[in-house]
């Protein structure tokens, strides 16, 4: 279970994110909207402890951090908070001097100390999971951004985390490619895998979303199922980013 | 009794200046380059760690080396320090000198190669839980080398000619013969044309090697 309680975040002086309370149960899938700047990447970074949050408790599985602010958090306790969920970031971040199967070995050998020959296996298993087996020998930069996204996310898969998190994933992609990398994500919410996904693909969130929240300013503005949220949201904010959405997807 | 041409003297010397080259100018190049990248590589993590007086020591040692001539350093550790009854032999006191100097450009090299690394790298190594010295090891340093290939073969190719310095050391390293012999035969021009050709030929090789593991590390390009 994944639950986030009074999360804050600032930089400096500026608050960034002002009290996020979240519960996820095992096999969920979480999607995140909202305006530019509303906090969705300091969010999900945190939680990946890319971020430090500035006070409030997270727990991802086992793990369990509390954060106060002005008290460095313990290295371990990052550590542990952060191997429990794998990141697929909006810009790949793949390693470009591994082939797709060494990124996807990577975390296995060095983190999880697998044997090289098992973690060739489930790499290899992984990149299947994501239609690229027959490309397990290319570098990144041989691939098309969807190929380098679907490695991004066997490679974020690799490490057996308890939740996927997903930075608006197909940003980056000509439109063309972004139905593949999205079929992907589907399949693996098919499969039962908890994740939390930031993505303006309004379709694909009422599809494959079980709750969606909205997240504006730093706080959660509305959160609830797909069909309630887009159908009959409560809070003006709400219809007003949903037709500014409406408004650019008609141009 | 044919009289001794020009070629003759060239063809004479030609010998005892590359042996000259291999015995001393060789090992004073690669035993020095070799101390002093892992002295670089140190000094650049030192630069770059959360430890203040660690950074600031390697600060220190940039500063001085960089802002003292090669030649003035070879003199303290080899003529000064005898004074404080430490006495280094030639060949050691240049080592030690040129690796000091080594390790100080190219810390600043290996520093900046690691800086120019995307910041999404470091973030991808943390997401999959590696700690700061893996994500160090396994994805930052392979690819700052590849950054830093270019740069650091020239501070060897300038090492290679630096190591001449090392004549006034008394080792009779390639420079050092040249003068020998043309003290013998007074043929300046000459033999020191020699001497230069031969210096010529090691960096020719060297750029050479360059090339290979430019070629080597291009197997995966980011752009
Ligand atoms: N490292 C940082 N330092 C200072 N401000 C930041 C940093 N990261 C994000 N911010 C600020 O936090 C706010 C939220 O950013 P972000 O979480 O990226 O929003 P979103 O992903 O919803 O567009 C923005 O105003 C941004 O400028
Ligand atoms: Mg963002």
Redesign the interface.
Known sequence: MIEVRELTKSFGGTSVLRGIDLTLEQGQVLVVIGPSGSGKSTLLRCL???EVPTSGTVTIGRARVEFRPNEKPRKKDV?AL??Q???V?Q?Y??????TALQNVM??QV??RRRPKNEARAKALQLLAKVGLEDRADA???QLSGGQQQRVGIA??M??DPELLLFDEPTSALDPELVREVLKVIRELAEEGRTMMIVTHEMKFAREVADRIVLLDGGVIVEEGPPDQLFGQPREARTRQFLSLLMERSLV | MGETTNLDIFTDSFLPLLKAGIAFTVPLTLISFALGLVLAMLTALARLSDLRPLAWAAGFYIWIIRGTPLLVQLFIIFYGLPSLGILIDAFPAAVIGFSLSVGAYGSEIIRASIVSIPKGQWEAAYSLGETRLQALRRIILPQAARVSVPPLSNSFISLVKDTSLAATLTVTELFQKGQQITAAVYKPLLIYSEVALIYLIFCTVLALLQRQLERYFDRYSTV
């Not at chain 1, 971040?93 to 591994?98: D, E, K, R, T």
């Open positions: 990946n402890a890319l550590l952060r191997r969920s794998g990141m970031f810009a971040h793949l390693f470009p001097h591994f990577e975390g060095t983190v570098y990144p930069h490679r974020a690799s490490i």
